[in-house]
C-alpha cells in the first residue's frame, strides 16, 4: 500500500449486506451457505461510513480533496449495501462480484477484499465496522491489515486525525470494562470501530438523487488478478459441514401471587445462580 496522499485523503469503507436482524436467520441449499433473500446494509458499517464523513467534513470535505469510497463483496444484492452508502453520502462505490466468491470465509473474504483494495487503491484509511451482523467473528478487520502490512486499530470508539505538513497520524480510543487505551498510528492505517463512535445519519431526499449520478465500478475476480480457487469454497479455511433449526423455546415458568410470590421469585433467581 503507498503512502498517505498529500493532496486529499482517500477513504475506504468496507460495507457489507447482510440478513435484516429483524427476521430469522436460515442456512440452505447443499453447501450450507446464508439465505440472504431478507438483507440489508450492516448496521454496524454505518458507523464506520459516519466515521469517514465525519472526518472528511472536519478537514475541509470535497473541497478539500477528500474521498470517501464504499466497497463489498457478494452476489447481485450485494451492491444495495453500496447503494445506500452512496445515497448517506459516500462519494463513490465499488462492488466485487463472483460465483466463485460464494462460501468464502473470513481468510477467504479478506484476501479478496485485500486484492480489491489494492486494485482501487491507494487509501489513506480503510474503516470497518467492528463486526459483520451475520458472521459476527470480528476476524477480518485483523487479517486484511495483516494481508496489506498496515498498522491496525481495531474496537475503536472515538478517531482523531490530525494533519503536520502533509503527514497524517491518526489518534483513536478503545474503551475496555475498565479503563480506556488511547492508540496512534500513522496513514496509511486500517481501523474498525464500534457502534458507540456516532450517531449515523439517514440518507435524506437530496442524498438519494445524488447518488444515482455517482460512479458505482463493479469488478470480478479477474479483473483483480485472483484465481476463483483462492477464495470461496476452495480457498476458505473453515467450513460449515452440518446445521440444524434451532430447537423451539421452551415455556417458561409462571409464579401465580398467592402472598409467597416475592419469595418463590427470590428462589427462582438463585437457583439459576442469578443472585
Do not use: C
Amino acid at each position: 500500500m503507498d503512502e498517505a496522499t498529500a493532496d486529499g485523503l482517500r477513504i475506504a469503507v468496507l460495507v457489507k449486506h447482510v440478513p435484516d436482524a429483524q427476521f430469522d436467520r436460515h442456512i440452505g441449499g447443499d453447501d450450507l451457505t446464508t439465505v440472504r433473500s431478507e438483507s440489508i446494509l450492516s448496521e454496524l458499517d454505518e458507523y464506520a461510513l459516519e466515521a469517514a464523513l465525519q472526518i472528511v467534513e472536519a478537514h475541509g470535505g470535497a473541497a478539500a480533496g477528500h474521498r470517501v469510497t464504499a466497497l463489498t463483496m457478494g452476489p447481485a444484492p450485494a451492491v444495495n449495501a453500496v447503494k445506500k452508502s452512496l445515497q448517506i453520502g459516500a462519494d463513490d462505490g465499488v462492488h466485487l462480484i463472483d460465483e466463485a466468491l460464494r462460501g468464502s470465509d473470513a481468510a477467504a473474504s479478506s484476501k479478496a477484499l485485500a486484492a480489491l483494495l489494492r486494485h482501487v487503491g491507494p487509501f489513506d484509511l480503510i474503516l470497518t465496522g467492528m463486526a459483520s451482523t451475520d458472521g459476527e467473528t470480528s476476524l477480518v478487520p485483523a487479517q486484511l491489515a495483516e494481508r496489506l502490512e498496515l498498522p491496525q486499530v481495531t474496537f475503536a470508539a472515538s478517531i482523531e486525525l490530525t494533519n503536520d505538513d502533509g503527514s497524517w497520524t491518526l489518534a483513536a480510543r478503545r474503551d475496555n470494562d475498565s479503563f480506556a487505551e488511547n492508540i496512534e498510528a500513522t496513514l496509511p492505517a486500517l481501523v474498525s470501530v464500534t457502534d458507540q463512535i456516532n450517531e449515523p445519519r439517514y440518507p435524506n431526499f437530496k442524498g438519494i438523487m445524488a447518488a444515482k449520478k455517482k460512479q458505482l465500478q463493479v469488478l470480478t475476480l479477474a479483473d483483480i488478478g485472483l484465481q476463483p480457487d483462492e477464495v470461496g469454497f476452495a480457498g476458505s479455511w473453515t467450513r460449515v459441514e452440518a446445521a440444524s433449526p434451532r430447537p423451539p423455546r421452551s415455556q417458561g415458568i409462571i409464579i401465580t401471587d398467592e402472598g409467597d410470590a416475592g419469595i418463590r421469585l427470590v428462589d427462582f433467581l438463585a437457583g439459576q445462580k442469578l443472585l
